[in-house]
Nanobody
Framework: VQLQAFGGGLVQAGGSLQLSCIAS????????MGWYRQAPGKQRELVAT???????NVADSVKGRFTISRDNAKNSVYLQMNSLKPEDTAVYYC?????????????WGQGTLVTVSS
């Protein structure tokens, strides 16, 4: 499975960006796709995930500002980021968790940098 993420950039505080991630390859019919981020000097953290059934999990720090969605037909996941804050500055990574029975394999895309200026 290959993941290609794009959509990052520089935005002023209060602005919006949308990240997109397209998956290709042998994608399991049961999978969770999501976004994680890593700010300088910090550990990678979960931002939001969505199952192929549409169940979402969103970090408290972005709840109400970020919305995750996916298009199963396009094997894509999106992150709409509104009301961005400087503390949202990070490299954002797309992740796909693929399940086959009891087995799980994780795949990561390349990061896309989001910079929010104050």
């Amino acid at each position: 499975v290959q993941l290609q993420a794009f959509g990052g950039g520089l935005v002023q505080a209060g602005g919006s960006l949308q990240l997109s991630c397209i998956a290709s390859g042998s994608i399991s019919s049961t999978n969770v796709m999501g976004w994680y981020r890593q700010a300088p000097g910090k550990q990678r953290e979960l931002v939001a995930t969505v199952t192929n059934g549409g169940y979402t999990n969103v970090a408290d720090s972005v709840k109400g500002r970020f919305t995750i969605s996916r298009d199963n037909a396009k094997n894509s996941v999106y992150l709409q980021m509104n009301s961005l804050k400087p503390e949202d500055t990070a490299v954002y990574y797309c992740k796909s968790e693929n399940f086959q029975g009891t087995r799980r394999r994780d795949y990561w895309g390349q990061g896309t940098l989001v910079t929010v200026s104050s």
